[in-house]
């Protein structure tokens, strides 16, 4: 894809606003930057994550019961420790504070479970069209994500996904030059559509797409980074 930006973000959902905005500002170190009404009784309270944008969604009402999704932890570089620190938030998300550079991780690393090796596999080299580092671990411009094989990891064939809400790392977001581009280039190399493209005021154009285990990934084209959002 043409990425408006070289970090990819990655969002969750809670009902415990304060106290994971205690953890993730006070003990991961993340910077706040906005807050931004998303509707449906929702604030979204992003973060600086090493460029990358952490997007806190807090829900005032009880978010579903949904399967949990692939994105099973987070793993933050850090210039300041020497070897990785492992941490809870308040909802159970699991979180890994890293010396750059290890596992080649220089921003963030994202773990993903995955039913099938050999279709996440195939999905990422030859779909989503990223770079392969070896057999389970693949990069996105500066994000590096890591594949563990799990064959129980319960995944669905529903066009709808795990569910964009529920506890947990729920999505990740690519910024883009052009949605509409990438969207249908997507689908062309037989990938899934989450949802087909939409704009959001003057914010940003969107799309969603889903990996072969229902997990969402949001496509971005955002004015404060491309200055248009025209869909062609």
Known sequence: MDLAKKCIDIGIYTNQ???????????VGLPFEELLKV?????????????????????????????????????????????PVSLTDPDGNQVRLVPKGYKGITHIGIVMRVRDLTEFQNFYKNILQIEQIDATTFRWATTVFLL??????????????????GLGFRYITVQVLKVDEEHRAFLDRGGREGDPPRTLGSTARISFILDPDGNW????????????????
């Open 17 to 27: 606003r304060e106290q994971q905005l205690d953890f993730w500002q006070q003990q």
């Open 217 to 232: 990934i949001e496509i971005s084209q955002r004015a404060s980074l491309t200055g248009d959002l025209s869909s062609s």
């Open 148 to 165: 563990e094989e799990d064959p129980s990891h319960v995944s669905t064939t529903s066009m709808q996904g795990l569910g964009m809400q």
């Open 39 to 83: 509707g449906g009784g929702s604030h979204q309270l992003r973060h600086n994550l090493n460029g990358s944008v952490f997007k806190l969604n807090h829900s005032r009402n009880p978010l579903p019961e949904n399967t949990p999704s692939g994105y099973q932890e987070l793993l933050i570089a850090k210039d300041d420790i020497d070897e």
